[in-house]
Every structure is written in structure tokens, then in C-alpha cells.
């Protein structure tokens, strides 16, 4: 089958009000080698040079680039580019999946192969509570015996109509109980939400983070950095797996979702933490260019394929 190409460019910029002496940082701005995407190329600068730098996969197995700036700066700039290859996800047909009970038993039941790490993320997380009031809200949705994806589809459908995509409405600190009662937020409030739901009903969800293309307004020209960071969800499915689910556009990802890994929620996964020491204040500037190149040609794909080997 095809894949689509992509370019993807990320740049960070910090700018400090006062001088910072030495900073520390966690990147995770890689894009995840999955059984639907591949990574071709990477690269990350960081401006002004970083003294250390060490790349290494973190638990969950997403690639991070730890760094070390040890020269004095008011600014710092982080530009990260990469190549990637997608492949269509594979959506089973939502009536012919387990119920969503027999999940739940089993994913409690069997702590062997990936039914043991998909149990993993049916607890609580540092950003997602499990709490009775996100069991109501999904029981609606998950009536007795109903195949797990035709009650998490419903549940998406829901989420969609009940909550607004505001940009204003939150921060990255905003508790998922916070986000219920306004019913606004953003990408990141939609996914811990929806997790929150599932793991409240002992079900596997796990935060998903990377890019979304996405299209200019008709009769637009698509701006430079008009992109930005995408969320979503993944949920476990016995006998299938993984299956991605986003709820901020009520959609099941495929082409257009370009992942750069996954954990329980965004703390697992922020694409830039830091520790430094001065500074006071920082404004924040992000840019993201999510480029579609077309197919993959056939002759790149079959030698990517040979290396990997």
C-alpha cells in the first residue's frame, strides 16, 4: 500500500526577560517508528549549542533528546525537522469488536504480553483522575455488551458535541474535572477527557502526541506555522491492539496524523521540559509546518526497507 510523505518542521523559541546561566531539557520531538509510519529523517538544533546532548528511548519507548546549554543566553531556539512516512490505519469494522466488558476482564485478568501493558493505563496518571462523575458521563455510551469501538466512537461523537475547541479557555496545568465543568479547551483537554472516561470505566487509554495536517481556510493560501501540535487518544483492543481515536475532530486517525509517541498523559510527553537556572519570566513562541509531499516513491520505500533489515 502507498504511503504519504511528510515534512515536518518544529521550532520552539523561548525568550527570557532576564539572563539564564544553564538550562536543562528534555526533547521528545522525534516522530515514533510505528507499524503505520516511519521516520526517515530527523534533525534537531538547538540555538545556542547545547554542551551536552544524549539521545536515548524512554520507557514507553518514544525517542528524547536530553541537552545540557551551559553559555549564557536570553533566547533559546529549538528547530527540529523530520521526514516521515504514513501508512492508512487499519479500523476494524466497530460491531465485529469484543464487547467492551470482556475487554475490561481481560485487560484485568491476564497480566501476560499486551494485555499486561495495556493494564498499565487503566490507572490513574499525574493529569488524568479516575473518578465516578467521567464513568457517568461515559456510561451513556456504553450500554450492555455493546462492541468496544461502535461505544468509543459514540463516546467521541459525544465529546464532540458537548465541548467547545477553545484556545483561550485553558492552560497546560488545567485539571480534566476543571475542563468537564466548562466544556472548552483544547486538543490536550479533549484527549486526558476521553482517557479519563475510559480508565474511569476500568478500560486502557493512553495520550497520544504529534501532528496533524491540516487544510487553510477555502479559497486560502496555507500559512507558514499555521500547524501546531496535535493529541489524541489510543485504546486497547484484544485480538486487534492499539486503535487511535481523536476526539478533538471526532475522527479515527489514519493518513493525516503524524504520531510522535505516546504515554499516559501530556506530562509523559510534552515535547520540550526544562529546568533553569535565572531567567525569571518567558514568553513562548511555537511554529509547526506539517508539509504533504505526495506518495512515497515505491524504489525509496523498498530501500528504506532493506536497511531497516
Known sequence: MRQLLYEITHITAYNYAGRVSMSHHMLRLTPRRT??????MEEIHVDPA???????????????????????????????RSRVAVSPSFIPEPTETPSWESVRSRCRGDHSGAALEAHEFTYASPL????????????????????????????TRRIGEDFKFDPTATTVTTPVAE????????????????????????????????????????????????????????FFCPGIGWIPVDPTNNCLPSLRHITIGWGRDYSDIAPLRGV??????????VSVDVVALGPLEQDAKEADDQEQE
Not at 128 to 155: E, G, W
Open 50 to 80: 547545547p554542551a551536552v546532548t544524549r539521545k536515548h528511548s524512554d520507557y514507553f519507548g518514544n525517542t528524547s533528546h536530553f541537552i545540557t546549554v551551559e553559555h549564557p543566553h536570553s533566547r533559546l531556539v529549538v528547530t527540529a
Open 276 to 285: 533553569l537556572l535565572g531567567g525569571h519570566r518567558q514568553q513562548l513562541q
Open 35 to 40: 507499524v503505520q509510519q516511519r521516520c526517515l
Open 128 to 155: 488524568v483522575p479516575r473518578d465516578a462523575d467521567f464513568a457517568k458521563y461515559a456510561s451513556t455510551s456504553f450500554t450492555k455488551d455493546r462492541p468496544i469501538l461502535d461505544a468509543v466512537t459514540d463516546l
Open 179 to 234: 475542563f468537564f465543568a466548562q466544556r472548552r479547551g483544547v486538543c490536550q483537554d479533549f484527549a486526558q477527557f476521553q482517557i479519563a472516561c475510559l480508565r474511569s470505566l476500568g478500560l486502557p487509554a493512553r495520550y497520544v502526541s504529534g501532528y496533524l495536517e491540516t487544510d487553510p481556510p477555502p479559497g486560502k493560501t496555507k500559512l507558514r506555522g499555521a500547524d501546531a501540535s496535535h493529541a489524541w487518544i489510543s
